[in-house]
C-alpha cells in the first residue's frame, strides 16, 4: 500500500504489479476501489481502512505520470467527487490516460 504520494513512482507501480501479476505496459486503474477492486486493476482509495492499493484522495489529482495509464474504471465513484472538483478529476483522468485509452464509469446520479 502506498499513501498520499504526489506522483506514484515507477518503483512502486513495478512493485503493485509484480504482486498482483499485472502487466506494466497496460495499468487499470480502480477509482474509489475501496474493498472491491476488481481483478487486473490497481485500486486506489482515499480511506486508509480501505485495503486499496492506493491510499489517495483523487480531489487532490491523480498520482500518475501523463500518458501512463490504460484504463480508469470509475464505477459508482465520481458521484462523490465534489462538484466544484468534478471537471478537474477529469482533466486529470483525460492527463494521465493513455492515447486510445479507457475511461469505464456508472454513475447513479451525479446531482448529489
Known amino acids: 500500500m502506498f499513501n498520499n504520494l ?3 513512482d515507477d518503483n512502486s507501480i513495478k ?3 509484480k504482486q498482483k501479476n499485472l502487466d506494466i ?6 477509482l474509489g476501489s475501496a ?3 476488481p481483478h487486473g486493476y490497481i485500486g486506489i482509495d482515499k480511506s486508509e ?10 480531489e487532490n489529482g491523480l498520482p500518475f505520470e501523463d500518458n ?7 464505477w459508482d465513484f465520481l458521484e462523490h467527487i465534489y462538484q466544484d472538483k468534478q471537471i ?5 483522468i483525460w492527463r494521465t490516460l493513455k492515447p486510445n ?7 447513479p446520479d451525479t446531482e448529489r
Do not use: H, Q
Open 6 to 8: 504526489n506522483i506514484v
Open 15 to 17: 512493485a503493485i504489479c
Open 25 to 30: 505496459n497496460n495499468l487499470r486503474i480502480d
Open 35 to 37: 474493498d472491491k477492486c
Open 49 to 58: 481502512t480501505s485495503g486499496a492499493d492506493i491510499i489517495y484522495d483523487c
Open 68 to 74: 501512463s495509464i490504460s484504463e480508469y474504471r470509475a
Open 88 to 92: 478537474y478529476l477529469m482533466g486529470e
Open 101 to 107: 485509452g479507457f475511461l469505464n464509469f456508472k454513475v
